[in-house]
């Protein structure tokens, strides 16, 4: 069984940074993971549909929200099926749960995964 576990989440004050984690359980000696392809980052503020923050694709390739390009970086480590997400001089409105998601294979078959999610508080 494949799980994505977050972490980093928090209170900030605007201006600051945090940094999100999100590894995925499991391996390739282990059965678990065999691949994984895209990897992202989601967020959802009380009231609001779950919106794209960042992806990044297994080649690099990256893509943002213009909402938050040029303040939040998103990165990979495959060897460790982990996703990061780097936010700098957050804003009160990039308050949020924040999710990550994978494209995962295991036995042979595609599917996509979600974190449980974290909070982050951005205060003003």
């Known amino acids: 069984q494949v799980q994505l576990v977050e972490s980093g989440g928090g209170l900030v004050q605007a201006g600051g940074s945090l940094r999100l984690s999100c590894a995925a359980s499991?391996?390739?000696?282990?059965?678990?993971?065999?691949?994984?392809?895209?990897m992202g980052w989601f967020r959802q503020a009380p009231g609001k549909q779950r919106e794209l923050v960042a992806t990044?694709?297994?080649?690099?390739?990256?893509n943002y929200a213009d909402s938050v390009k040029g303040r939040f970086a998103i990165s990979r480590d495959n060897a460790k099926n982990t996703v990061y997400l780097q936010m700098n001089s957050l804003k009160s409105e990039d308050t949020a749960a924040y999710y990550c998601?994978?494209?995962?294979?295991?036995?042979?078959?595609?599917?996509?995964?979600w974190g449980q999610g974290t909070q982050v508080t951005v205060s003003s």
């Open positions: 998601n994978m494209g995962i294979l295991r036995q042979g078959i595609w599917g996509n995964y």
């Open positions: 990044i694709t297994s080649g690099g390739s990256t």
């Open positions: 499991g391996s390739a000696a282990s059965g678990s993971i065999f691949g994984i392809n895209s």
